[in-house]
């Protein structure tokens, strides 16, 4: 397929060329794999970027890299070799001889472990630059030992601060070692944050005042920022909430639950306990979504799920069965989620559905399935070509596994979260892979929430932070758009 670059991906690839370590925080859809594949075919050409290591999540590091390569008519030639499976197979693969050699990042401690005398490459790119922002992680601290010795260092993200400024530390780190904001992590916010600690941990980090202007300053002659909104004219993004209330007796039990941390159950006859404020929210969660874990595990070794109500599961169905049965994506953050839609559709199609809208869902886990009775399952890539195709009416999905690097955008145009999460980098990605390039219809997302529930929170949480990223991307953009519109 012959190639014909935007602007904005020609300005994308001048950066890389004329910035040998820089940050691009571009947003998700506007190709920042093939600005990567040509920067490295124009460098591979003068000897500049012989042996490229690409770090990536594990779905992206198996696939799109080397499937975008060799998509393009220009990109002919550029060999690439995914360092994925056992040690085995991950040692045979940095053994062939290829331009470059795409990691997952959670392969990054074995391979500077492997290369602790000499690290052999002269150019990486981090794809999903964030997977680094915490500055104690041993991926983190593998990485720094070995990225200073290396003459070229791309970081990419579109979500560059999911949790605030703090995040950037780390990032920039990888990129400059250090150079403008500062060799430790302790400086850096000495310098610019005031910070709340409790026992000699940090538990609230709030910048001072000017501290943002001060950060962006100091990186912003090695991040470019780029905004979907500002070169694509995709269709319209609509998010809304949908209340879910759930009966009188329903919340007060959840009432008592989270005022206590104890919750009985008549089935059990066992109490199940929270033993933290984060095991007490994760609960509460659960308890949100309709059905929560116990302590005690079945007949195969699985922990045991009472169901506890069903005010979800028909908000979905309400959801599934308007606007002609589109198809949509949903979703899950529990595994007992994604079981009890399953079922409960399953339960409505011989009266309800057609075969074309038997829920389907999506897995990375290489794994066999158990007996499952009469529902239809699926998992694994042929399901995204077949969505694509418009053979699936619904899609299940944990965000984890599907929300980088999968282009999902002819299947449908809706999405359901059965419940968000707290993650926003995993969210805004999610939604990315319906709101992207090729999507010829306005997207609508849909939120679940359990009215006087921590699903309230959960939202909030995920608005705030999201407005404080748009900030710190939409001051870095600024520039590159007015320098832009000058020529």
Same mark, same amino acid.
Request: aromatic residues 8%; proline residues 5%.
């Given at each position: 397929m012959r190639f014909v670059p935007h602007e904005y991906q020609r300005l994308a690839f001048e950066w890389i060329i004329s910035h040998p370590r820089c940050l691009l925080f571009l947003e998700m859809g506007l190709g920042k794999t093939v600005v990567c594949l040509s920067a490295v075919k124009r460098l591979a050409r003068y000897g500049e970027a012989e042996k490229v290591l690409v770090i990536a999540p594990k779905k992206v590091a198996e696939s799109t890299w080397s499937s975008?390569? +060799?998509?393009?008519?220009? %990109?002919?030639? %550029?060999? /690439?070799?995914? $360092?994925?499976?056992?040690?085995?197979?991950?040692?045979?693969?940095?053994?062939?001889? +290829?331009?470059?050699?795409?990691?997952?990042?959670?392969? /990054? =401690?074995?391979?500077?472990?492997?290369?602790?005398?000499?690290?052999?490459?002269?150019?990486?790119?981090?794809?999903? %630059?964030t997977s680094f922002k915490n500055p104690s992680s041993l991926r983190f601290k593998?990485? #720094?030992? /070995?990225?200073?010795?290396? !003459?070229? @260092? @791309?970081?990419?993200?579109?979500?560059?601060? !999911?949790? *605030?400024?703090?995040?950037?530390?780390?990032q920039v780190y990888c990129i400059d070692g250090g150079e403008r904001l500062g060799k430790y992590v302790t400086h850096f916010r000495e310098r610019w944050f005031t =910070?709340?600690?409790?026992?000699?941990?940090?538990?609230?980090?709030?910048?001072?005042?000017?501290?943002?202007?001060?950060?962006?300053? +100091?990186?912003?002659?090695i991040a470019l920022a780029m905004r979907a909104e500002d070169w694509l004219k995709l269709p319209p993004l609509i998010a809304e909430n /949908?209340?879910?209330?759930?009966?009188?007796?329903?919340?007060?039990?959840?009432?008592?639950?989270?005022?206590?941390?104890?919750?009985?159950?008549?089935?059990?006859? &066992?109490? %199940?306990?929270?033993?933290?404020?984060?095991?007490? =929210?994760?609960?509460?969660?659960?308890?949100?979504?309709?059905?929560?874990?116990?302590?005690?595990?079945?007949?195969?070794?699985?922990? &045991? $799920?009472?169901e506890i109500h069903d005010e979800k599961l028909k908000a979905l169905q309400d959801?599934?069965?308007?606007?002609?049965?589109s198809p949509i994506l949903v979703f899950y953050q529990y595994k007992h989620d994604r079981d009890r839609i399953l079922s409960y559709f399953d339960k409505l199609k011989e009266s309800r559905l057609s075969k074309k809208l038997i829920p389907s869902y999506y897995d990375t886990l290489d794994r066999p399935d158990r007996d499952r009775g009469t529902i239809e399952v699926y998992r694994g890539p042929s399901e995204l070509s077949r969505w694509n195709k418009g053979y699936i009416g619904m899609l299940l999905l944990h965000p984890a596994s599907a929300a980088f690097g999968l282009n999902m955008q002819f299947g449908g145009r809706r999405i359901v979260w059965f419940s968000t999460g707290w993650k926003l980098e995993l969210y805004q990605q999610a939604n990315a892979r319906l709101h992207r390039?090729?999507?010829?219809?306005?997207? #609508? @997302?849909?939120?679940? =929430?359990?009215? *006087?529930?921590?699903?309230e929170r959960m939202v909030a949480a995920l608005t705030g932070k999201g407005a404080g990223q748009r900030d710190i991307v939409n001051q870095l953009a600024a520039a590159i758009i007015a320098d832009h519109e000058k020529k």
């Open positions: 975008e390569a +060799a998509q393009w008519d220009h %990109l002919a030639g %550029l060999r /690439v070799s995914n $360092v994925i499976g056992g040690a085995r197979q991950r040692n045979a693969a940095l053994e062939a001889d +290829a331009d470059i050699y795409v990691i997952g990042r959670d392969s /990054v =401690v074995w391979l500077c472990e492997r290369y602790k005398k000499k690290f052999p490459f002269d150019m990486v790119i981090i794809d999903e %630059l593998a990485l #720094r030992r /070995v990225l200073g010795e290396v !003459p070229r @260092v @791309v970081g990419l993200t579109g979500t560059p601060t !999911p949790q *605030g400024l703090p995040d950037l530390w780390a =910070v709340i600690t409790h026992n000699n941990v940090p538990i609230r980090i709030i910048p001072k005042k000017g501290a943002k202007e001060e950060i962006l300053s +100091a990186i912003s002659d /949908v209340p879910v209330r759930l009966d009188e007796a329903t919340m007060k039990r959840y009432r008592e639950f989270e005022t206590e941390k104890v919750l009985e159950f008549k089935k059990t006859g &066992e109490p %199940l306990l929270a033993g933290s404020s984060a095991s007490l =929210v994760n609960k509460l969660s659960q308890y949100a979504n309709g059905a929560i874990y116990t302590d005690n595990l079945n007949e195969y070794g699985d922990r &045991e $799920v009472i959801i599934y069965e308007s606007e002609d049965n390039q090729g999507q010829k219809y306005p997207v #609508r @997302v849909f939120h679940l =929430v359990a009215e *006087g529930t921590v699903d």
